[in-house]
C-alpha cells in the first residue's frame, strides 16, 4: 500500500472527533492523533479496521500514558532501562546493535548498565526530535519508525497478513523489527531479504508447498505475507507456543527440536517480548 497524502482533518483532535477522508486507512487516523488503532476501534464499535468508509465522524479519544522505556534525550541519547538489551535498544531506535556497541565502546553486546546513557549513532537527532508517539497502554512506536513514513505506511499490510493467517498483527511487528528494523531494501550476508528477512530455501518452500502462489521476497507484500505465514505455521507447530515459534524462526525449528534454545536466541526471543510490550 502507498503512502496516502496528509490528511485533511475535518474534525480536530481537541474536538475529539474526525471526519474520515477517501483513501484513509484507521492506522493512519490513529497515527494522526496521537492514539492507538484498537482505542478508535472501542470507541466506536468498530469490529473490522479495514472497513472504515468516507464521510463518517469517529469519536477520537483521548491519549492515555506516555511511552514508557529509556528516552532520548536532546542530544539524541537514550537511557539505559532495567531489563534492556542492546539489540533491543537498537531495534527501538532503529540503528544497527553493533553500530550502537561500538559508538559506546561496548566490549559485551550481553552486558548493558540501566541507568546509562548511550550515544545513539548514525542521525541520532532524528530520535530526539522525532513526532510524538502514538499512545496506546504499552507505549509508542519506535522512534524511527515514527520518523520513516515509507514504514509506517506497512501497518495496514501486516495487519491485513495477520488477520489473513490468524497471527497478532503485535507480535509479527515486533519481531520483523527486530528482524530488519522494516527496511525491505535490506538483504543479510546469508541472502536473507527484507523486511522479515526471508530466506531463499523459505521462499521456495511457500511458493510451492504452503501459500502455492508466486511470490517475490523483493516486493514488501509478499515479504510480510510469508513472515506472517510462517510464523502461523510455527506456531501451529509449537502448540501455540509464542516463544518456541519465535525461535524456530530465528533458529529453525530442527535446530530447536534437537538443540533447544541457543543463548542468542533466547536474547532474540526476549527482545521481541520487551518491543511488543512497550513499542507495538
Do not use: C, K
Request: no cysteine; net charge positive; glycine share 12%.
Amino acid at each position: 500500500m502507498a503512502v496516502v497524502g496528509a490528511l485533511a482533518l475535518a474534525g480536530s483532535a481537541a474536538t475529539g472527533s474526525y471526519t474520515i477522508r477517501r483513501g484513509d486507512t484507521l492506522s493512519e487516523i490513529a497515527l494522526r492523533h496521537g492514539v492507538s488503532a484498537r482505542s478508535i476501534m472501542e470507541a466506536n464499535g468498530l469490529t473490522d479496521p479495514h472497513r472504515v468508509f468516507a464521510g463518517r465522524s469517529l469519536q477520537i479519544p483521548a491519549a492515555t500514558g506516555a511511552p514508557q522505556g529509556g528516552t532520548a534525550g536532546a542530544s539524541g541519547g537514550y537511557t539505559v532501562q532495567r531489563g534492556d538489551t542492546l539489540s533491543g535498544i537498537a531495534a527501538r531506535l532503529g540503528v544497527d546493535a553493533s553500530a550502537l556497541a561500538a559508538a559506546n565502546g561496548i566490549a559485551d553486546r550481553n552486558f548493558v548498565v540501566a541507568g546509562r546513557t548511550l550515544r545513539v549513532p548514525g542521525g541520532s537527532a532524528a530520535a530526539a526530535s522525532a513526532p510524538a508517539a502514538p499512545t496506546s497502554s504499552a507505549g509508542g512506536l519506535p522512534a524511527r519508525l515514527r520518523a520513516n513514513p515509507e514504514r509506517l505506511a506497512y501497518i495496514p499490510i501486516f495487519e491485513r497478513w495477520a488477520a489473513t493467517y490468524g497471527v497478532p498483527s503485535d507480535l509479527l511487528m515486533a519481531m520483523t523489527w527486530l528482524e530488519s528494523g522494516w527496511q525491505q531494501g535490506r538483504v543479510s550476508s546469508t541472502g536473507a531479504v527484507g523486511v522479515g528477512q526471508i530466506m531463499p530455501a523459505t521462499t521456495a518452500w511457500m511458493r510451492d508447498h504452503v501459500i502455492g502462489e508466486p511470490l517475490d521476497p523483493t516486493v514488501v507484500d509478499d515479504n510480510i505475507r510469508m513472515s506472517a505465514r510462517f510464523l502461523r505455521w510455527l506456531l501451529d507447530r509449537s502448540g501455540g507456543d509464542v516463544r518456541l515459534a519465535l525461535a524456530g524462526y530465528y533458529q529453525g525449528p530442527a535446530s530447536v527440536a534437537s538443540r533447544g534454545l541457543l543463548p542468542e536466541t533466547e536474547r532474540y526471543v526476549s527482545d521481541i517480548a520487551s518491543l511488543r510490550a512497550r513499542n507495538f
